[in-house]
């Protein structure tokens, strides 16, 4: 079902995609001043949204995203046109005019990003996306599953300098792409998987969009009235697979990433017991154990996996975990349709190294 | 014999210390914190005057910690009328400066806001050439009008070029009369949070002035005209006025860092947390090595972000006179008024105060523990204090940095509420003078500075960068009014930026001196 989508709903859009972005996906908060600033500068008080069943065969889907450091993303803020002109420049290419623009994941900034586009180029944004959560590389979506390119991606920066990637093999696009980010001082924006109608209808996550905003709302309504603990649940369909206090937090960068673990020990029904959880970037595995060296799975990517502040109730991003911190860590189920593609070729732990016989090298 | 003179300005009094070269203790004094807080303190060093009679040609310094610059921000009062300078297109426009502030203060101080081009990349690299041009005109069609400059660049903190060169056009458009603050100064990491601090340093600078010349005022009436003035800062260390007025920023959390700093000065101990225990809140810091620790997460003044040092510090609403109702602990407190209104004192209302002093069969000048016994059940008392321990061991284990055990430190006037045993202490200790470790932390504190800068580690050899950064530190704390023969490096932390590829680090360096006498 289309719907409108208004300023008084960034908030809630932005807090709800921290939840799905599993720990990852950078800063909302930048998001949502760039996209409250980009409706009020363009005066655009509504943006128009549509399911992705809505779509027609016909129809010329474009992503839009930023990649790179979130560091640098702190640092050197868009101007705000740049998602926009990337768009513009791949539909150029490729000789299409996209009729929407589509997220590439929800987490952090990057589920706002198409709406920030939107208000430039007067274009729909669509209520799915590739990730239904958010993953560190350009690849690991259900769009590649469903055999669509990453590529060509068009990669901008503020000067309106741009850089057209194309190549058969996803892994090379992405690595391509990154290069070229850091050439662009850290931060690029981008514009990628051209698909038609039929492909994207097929290969997407529908209504991402909305459920992140669902459990956005009702987190915020849980603020006021304190339960927002049921509320997440209900609206999520979240499982409490831990609370504890963060016991241990171990951190290394390579090739761009930001790897490492954290570790907890259980209060409430999980005293006695540990949990450790890994991440690059994003949380990406729970294992807990009760106490001698075996350690059990409870929660794995594709999976999201959501560390909440147990006061506040506000979810956690990798970059903030620290000693004596209060945790309650929820699994959220991801969309079944990462369950129709070869998930683990695309997402599972294998991609990030963490397979049971090398996870002792982290 | 050199004395000390040390002011902390608390929510509920002013307190003032008098301290010779060892270190002890020779008078004291408190007043009622004031509305304008200078009267506060002016009260104070009266006192303290009238108590030292003759030996007060003795005095070589006097050291303050207050929180003029908060007040006024929250007020939107006595505020410099400032511009703005952003260096970042063709970055950074898709959020102007003030984003997201009180709708207030936003109104005061955003009269004049420009953006031109410039700026770096984390590499050092310029995004574009600084433009000049732009600068100067602007900088032409606001004199006059304006009080004070703050100009932010995009990676300042990696290269402050555009920065010095345009502080340097604002100096020669609009004069040596006029305040400037760049951002490289005051922060690093995170430009809206940076220019945000860069914009409350040159907003509170008159504030500062302000003080400076009632406190001059009352000490040439008092003192020697010699006695030198300082201000402690965020750090735990103090800072001489010239150098307080133009990093005011650097000294509005003063009075929270002069209790963690205190703590160390009564015991010795140099890691340890601390709890200072005041009328309406107890606030915990950590001590390590000797100083506060500071804070990794952005902190929040009056409604805006920043993200210059601050000590990490979490206040819970408990002090000696929170009051009691039920099994409900707060947040409401008496404050000042215990000694009316606290059921041990006469009064008719049940505060933590009572509580304690009821189960550890203790009492003060002018109390009676047995008026709260005989309105209250012991039990009843136990639960609440164990709910009162309760929030104390949890804001206690969640400031310690490790699984270890740690000592503990209880300051403040409400410290002998302190329970006898905390999970996770290595030993709790109630120092002698506890009430007063806030001006002798202030009375105490050495100079000091420290240096933050970021490297790229592939270009600069790591000894290089960091001798760079120790030589900055060590101007820095000369300025701010060190003896430089005296500067030792307490501290130096390096900490890699994540993501950011070259190994690039953030080192910071801490120096410490003597004052310059």
Known sequence: MSYIFKLDMIDALSLGSAVMGSGGGGNPYVGALLLKNAMERNHVNHIQVYAAEEIDDCDTILGSAGMGSPVVGVEKLPNGTEYAFAVKMLSEYIRKTPSHISPMEIGGINSLVPFICSTYLDKPVIDGDGEGRAFPELQMTTFSGFGNKVSPVCVVNEHGDYAIVESDDDHRTEKMARAITLSFGGRGYISLFPMGGQDYRRACIPDSVSRAYEIGESLIEGYRSKDAEDRLVNSSGARLIYRGKITNVVRRTSKGFSHGYFMAEGSENFAGTSIRIRFQNEFLVAEVSNGDDSWVTVAETPEIISVMDSESFYPVTTERLKYGFRCSIFSIPVNRKWFEVDYKKIVGLGNFGLLREDSEHI | ?517
């Open chain 2, 1 to 517: 014999m050199n004395l000390k003179i040390g002011v902390d300005v608390g929510s509920t009094y002013t307190d003032g210390v008098v301290i010779d070269d060892s270190g002890r203790i020779l008078h004291n004094a408190k007043e009622m914190t004031t509305f304008d807080i200078t009267t506060g303190i002016v009260g104070v060093l009266g006192s303290l005057a009238t108590k030292l009679g003759s030996d007060k040609d003795s005095l070589s310094a006097v050291m303050i910690g207050t929180t003029h610059g908060i007040n006024a921000l929250s007020q939107v009062k006595s505020l410099n009328r400032i511009a703005v300078v952003r260096i970042s297109l063709p970055s950074g426009s898709g959020i102007p400066p003030f984003a997201e502030w009180p709708p207030s203060l936003r109104e005061y101080l955003s009269s004049h806001v420009i953006m031109v081009h410039g700026g770096h990349e984390y590499t050092g690299d310029e995004i574009s050439e600084l433009d000049e041009n732009a600068l100067k005109s602007f900088f032409r069609s606001i004199k006059g009008k304006v009080d004070a400059v703050s100009i932010t660049s995009v990676f300042s903190f990696v290269n402050p070029d555009h920065e010095l060169r345009a502080g340097a056009i604002a100096r020669d458009i609009l004069g040596d009369d006029i305040f400037i603050t760049l951002s490289h100064n005051i922060s690093s990491l995170g430009l809206l949070e940076r220019e945000n601090s860069t914009i409350i340093n040159s907003a509170i600078e008159k504030v500062m002035r302000n003080v400076i010349s009632a406190t001059r005022k009352t000490l040439g009436k008092l003192f020697p005209e010699r006695v030198k003035l300082f201000f402690s800062q965020n750090d735990g260390t103090v800072a001489e006025e010239n150098f307080a007025t133009k990093f005011p920023v650097f000294t509005v959390a003063g009075p929270i860092s002069n209790s963690v700093r205190g703590a160390f000065v009564l015991t010795g101990i140099e890691d340890a947390v601390v709890l200072d225990i005041g009328g309406t809140t107890t606030n915990c810091g950590v001590l390590t090595k000797g100083y506060p620790r500071e804070s990794s997460n952005p902190v929040e003044i009056s409604g805006v972000k920043t993200n210059f040092r601050m000590p990490d510090i979490i206040a819970i609403p408990l002090g000696g006179g929170t009051t009691i109702n039920g099994f409900n602990v707060g947040p409401l407190s008496v404050g000042y008024e215990l000694p009316q209104k606290g059921l041990s004192f006469g009064g008719d209302i049940l505060t933590t105060t009572d509580v304690s002093l009821a189960l550890k069969e203790h009492n003060f000048e002018n109390t009676d523990y047995r008026k709260v016994l005989s309105r209250n059940n012991g039990e009843y008392l136990d639960k609440v204090y164990e709910i009162m321990s309760g929030k104390w061991f949890e804001v206690f284990d969640r400031m310690k940095s490790s699984n270890t055990d740690v000592p503990l430190i209880a300051v403040g006037g409400g410290s002998f509420m302190i329970p006898p045993g905390f999970p996770g202490a290595s030993g709790i200790i109630v120092p002698d003078g506890a009430e007063y470790a806030n001006a002798i932390g202030a009375a105490t504190s050495q100079v000091g500075s420290v240096i933050e800068k970021a490297f790229s580690y592939d270009t600069v050899q790591r000894n290089r960068a960091i001798e760079e950064t120790i030589s900055a530190a060590k101007d820095n704390a000369e300025l701010a009014g060190a003896d430089r023969s005296t500067l030792e490096v307490k501290d130096i932390e390096e900490v890699s930026m994540p993501y950011l590829p070259g190994n690039s680090v953030k080192v910071s360096v801490r120096v410490i001196g003597k004052m310059r006498l």
